[in-house]
């Protein structure tokens, strides 16, 4: 029963974070009282994004390596 809790709890505060970055930084603006957070958020969503195109730019490259074999 406790791990059933523990689960609801962490499936909230996901929930939470995921509504807070939909609101607030996702749009560039800063969460209220908490700038902290805003600055976490976009700096991981910075992050994210530069990996995400470091990957793109890897498999472009693989695809086109086979298009020419």
């Known amino acids: 029963m406790l791990f059933i809790w523990l689960g609801l709890l962490v499936t909230l505060a996901l929930a939470g974070l995921v509504t807070l970055y939909v609101a607030f930084p996702h749009?560039?603006?800063?969460?209220?009282?908490?700038?902290?957070?805003?600055?976490?958020?976009?700096?991981?969503?910075?992050?994210?994004?530069?990996?995400?195109?470091?990957?793109?730019d890897s498999l472009a490259a693989k695809i086109d390596e086979r298009k020419s074999s």
């Open 27 to 56: 749009r560039g603006e800063d969460i209220p009282h908490a700038e902290w957070l805003s600055d976490a958020m976009s700096k991981s969503n910075q992050k994210v994004n530069d990996k995400l195109s470091a990957l793109d």
